[in-house]
Nanobody
Framework: QVQVVESGGDSVQAGGSLRLSCSAS?????KGWFRQVPGKEREGVAT???????TYADSGKGRFTISEDKADNTLYLQMNNLKSEDTARYYC?????????????????????WGQGTQVTVSS
């Protein structure tokens, strides 16, 4: 069983930056950051494949950067120039070899293991 734990959420002013971290135990393959606000579906933010290929949702292009440190199984999301619409609970997730091959990169079904999330609040 893969354990996923996010950290780094905070309250910031618009235009500020945050770096989210995600620790995932065990072997993981595709990995991603998602976010969700109450009453809305969870949406993909950025994903990274085992071979390093990265995909960003339009919402974060040019402002967010996903990266990982494979040595200690840590995934990061650097978020710059934050906007009020970035306010959400951010989740880290990982998939299995089968699900990583079977679903589109931003599909939540692709990711089997999820953390509890970390809250990001951006005030204008």
């Amino acid at each position: 069983q893969v354990q996923v734990v996010e950290s780094g959420g905070d309250s910031v002013q618009a235009g500020g930056s945050l770096r989210l971290s995600c620790s995932a135990s065990g072997n993981s393959y595709c990995k991603g950051w998602f976010r969700q606000v109450p009453g809305k579906e969870r949406e993909g933010v950025a994903t990274i494949e085992r071979d390093g290929r990265i995909t960003y949702a339009d919402s974060g292009k040019g402002r967010f950067t996903i990266s990982e440190d494979k040595a200690d199984n840590t995934l990061y999301l650097q978020m710059n120039n934050l906007k009020s619409e970035d306010t959400a609970r951010y989740y880290c997730a990982t998939g299995s070899p089968f699900t990583c091959r079977s679903y589109p990169t931003m599909a939540t079904e692709r990711y089997l293991y999820w953390g509890q999330g970390t809250q990001v609040t951006v005030s204008s």
